[in-house]
């Protein structure tokens, strides 16, 4: 079954502890996003990657790592958690050549 | 900077009644998809529309896309409880890569 997963689902950590969400996908799609989800505020891009070893920012980049390095996975990193970034987090996928967009189910982060 | 305004932000209405949903812009689109997402999960595409002035419908669902390729509409008929859910439209602009994304449409459909 074509799927992007992610996890954890769920996460509570605390301001500061550095945590990693996965991501991997199914579907030997080349391109790779992050968003996260906000009230009122729709999803926001935080970081792309149109193929291995290619990143950049999307509109929201302040806080978080990516990386690249096989086609399939696309890990965020939160380096140093804060607040601010208690989110619901997205990780999708798609072909380079289709138009549509595959999200994972979500991930939940709540930082104390 | 594109921007995708989308109303009404909220919406609740009895069952059998019907709806439109708007996703405006000034700035002009290559392609417009709306999806769906539902509590608990991600959202998932319902359609794209690519030529100025074309309709697509899908069951109840009629979406249209402006001649201008700024704007687009989605129409629900006869809505029912299993509408409900977050309803997004997302437009692309001069790279296919990026998508803007409106800040979705929260339809509730009351039994």
């Known amino acids: 079954e074509a799927q992007v997963t992610q996890n954890p689902r769920y996460l509570i950590t605390v301001t500061g502890k550095k945590l990693t969400v996965t991501c991997s996908q199914n579907m030997n799609h080349e391109y790779m996003s992050w968003y996260r989800q906000d009230p009122g505020l729709g999803l926001r891009q935080i970081y792309y990657s149109m193929n291995v070893e290619v990143t950049d920012k999307g509109d929201v980049p302040e806080g978080y790592k990516v990386s690249r390095k096989e086609k399939r996975n696309f890990p965020l990193i939160l380096e140093s958690p804060s607040p601010n970034q208690t989110s619901l987090y997205f990780c999708?996928?798609?072909?380079?050549?289709?138009?549509?967009?595959?999200f994972g189910e979500g991930s939940w982060l709540t930082v104390v | 900077t594109q921007l995708l305004e989308q109303s009404p932000q909220f919406l609740s209405i009895q069952e059998g009644e019907n709806l439109t949903v708007y996703c405006n812009s000034s700035?002009?689109?290559?392609?417009l998809q709306w999806y769906r997402q539902e509590p608990g999960e991600g959202p998932v595409l319902l359609v794209t529309v690519v030529t100025g002035g074309e309709v697509k419908k899908l069951k109840r669902l009629t979406f249209q896309f402006g001649d201008a390729r700024k704007d687009s509409s989605l129409h629900i008929t006869a809505a029912q409880p299993g509408d409900t859910g977050l309803y997004l439209c997302a437009g692309a602009g001069d790279s296919n890569y990026q998508l803007i994304w409106g800040a979705g449409t929260k339809l509730i459909i009351k039994p």
């Open positions: 999708a996928s798609r072909s380079r050549y289709g138009n549509t967009i595959y």
């Open positions: 700035s002009v689109f290559s392609s």
